[in-house]
């Protein structure tokens, strides 16, 4: 129905279409409840987004589904369906130039060249004792000081800092929770799916899923304000127009989020400024064939490098082509973006020989976010980061940066589902029936 000043209104409305915001929709929608999601761009999905060129399914580089992760459980939930391989555990570590057998399972780190022996019974111990690890009694230990404190040698820092780095995307060990690392390498070791035909599949279901319950998604549609008006919030939009409801969910960056609650958003915005985003380059590469089979899987050990084939296990390239994936997690390298995709290339050189005589199609991304705020040892890990309840009542937060459970998707996932249910408990009255909805 619409409001006495003329604006629409909702129940809820849901702030950013990516995931976290299609998935807190889907929830809401599916209480009853009327929704309108408010997206900036003139599509939906955010960071999920697929692009397909030529029968090749481009990503915004490498993605990875965590099969027993908070995620996995909510599209689940949700009736979205998730169709994908496993990657095998097995691959290369490159180190100083040369390709070495992964450590990945006891019995290669037996017959690996990249550790010696006394590395080798060490790396042994902490893999028969990994998974019984404490996380959270972690949480306020930095990664560097973790493992300068846990493991003796330096080649097993290195490659047990080089194996984090895989599991949360993440470059910053001086800074980062080790109990987020911890935690999310166990949850890694349960195992992970490369999507068919990539993220939009789950874009796609989210948000027909939420259609489907009576959620209306706008594109090309800014929200630049959140007003309190008591039992009512104003979202309003740039140009002109806004919308009423009981409740609204943010599921934005957090500088975004802050900038929507004025002076609510405050505390917000110092937290994001500190913690800060974690980001990576990528080179995505469409070949007509691999030109080396057994190096499917490449994980740089000196540097923080990452090669692999997606389409080996999901549905991503044409039949007999190849979808592959090098990326750099970036920390504090001050290199450019040139000689970035330069290092780039040199492991491709060196794990895919011939690679540019098959390249079909390539996309560089040199400078992604992967998740909008580092989960910081000074913040306590992830019960540092900012709850979904925010300081203006009504209001919640959802993404990977808000709420205290889980680590990339996983966490985008958890929140929606917890801020959707503030916000249904929030509304008391019978759900209403928006204009929008006729």
Do not use: C
Not at 97 to 121: C, E
Not at 159 to 170: C, I, K, S
Not at 271 to 299: K, M, N
Not at 395 to 420: C, F, M, P, T
């Amino acid at each position: 129905m619409d409001s006495n000043n003329g604006s629409p209104s909702v129940d809820t409305v849901v702030v950013g279409g990516g995931m976290a915001g299609l998935a807190a929709a889907a929830y809401v929608a599916r209480a009853g409840r009327s929704v309108v999601v408010l997206e900036r761009s003139s599509h939906a999905g955010g960071r999920a987004i697929t692009e397909e060129r030529n029968g090749y399914y481009f990503n915004l580089g490498p993605h990875a589904l965590y099969k027993e992760g908070s995620a996995s459980h909510a599209l689940s939930e949700l009736g979205v369906n998730v169709s994908g391989g496993e990657p095998p555990t097995s691959g290369k570590a490159a180190l100083s130039g040369v390709l070495h057998t992964l450590p990945s399972s006891p019995i290669d780190v037996l017959t690996t060249s990249l550790l010696g022996l006394g590395a080798k019974l060490e790396m042994g111990r902490i893999f028969a004792t990994f998974r019984r690890q404490d996380a959270q009694a972690q949480a306020n230990v930095s990664l560097e000081e973790w493992l300068e404190s846990k493991v003796r040698r330096p080649a097993v820092r290195q490659l047990f800092g080089a194996l984090v780095r895989l599991a949360t995307y993440t470059d910053d060990p001086a800074r980062m929770s080790a109990g987020v690392a911890i935690g999310q390498l166990q949850m890694a070791q349960q195992g992970v799916l490369y999507l068919d035909r990539g993220w939009q599949t789950l874009v796609d279901g989210l948000r027909t899923t939420a259609e489907e319950a009576g959620a209306v998604i706008q594109t090309g549609a800014p929200a630049v304000a959140i007003e309190d008006h008591g039992a009512t919030k104003t979202v309003r939009l740039d140009g002109g127009g806004s919308y009423e409801a009981a409740s609204v969910i943010v599921a934005t960056p957090p500088k975004t989020a802050a900038e929507l609650l004025g002076r609510a958003g405050t505390g917000l915005l110092a937290w994001s400024e500190s913690a800060g985003p974690v980001r990576a380059a990528t080179l995505d590469i469409g070949l007509s064939e691999l030109p080396r089979p057994d190096a499917r899987f490449v994980l740089g050990i000196d540097q923080p490098l990452y090669l692999s084939v997606h389409s080996g296990v999901g549905d991503l390239a044409p039949p007999g082509g190849t979808m592959l994936h090098v990326a750099k997690y970036l920390g504090d390298d001050a290199s450019s973006a040139e000689e970035v995709e330069h290092e780039l290339e040199a492991l491709l050189d060196l794990a895919q020989p011939g690679w540019r005589d098959l390249l079909v199609e390539r996309r560089f991304l040199p400078n992604l976010t992967v998740v909008n705020a580092l989960a910081t040892a000074e913040d306590g890990g992830l019960e540092g980061r900012p709850d979904i309840a925010t300081a203006m009542p009504g209001v919640y937060l959802a993404g990977d940066w808000a709420g205290s459970e889980g680590w990339l998707a996983d966490a985008s996932l958890a929140s929606a589902k917890r801020a959707a249910n503030a916000a249904l408990d929030s509304v008391s009255a019978p759900a209403s029936v928006s204009s929008l909805n006729r």
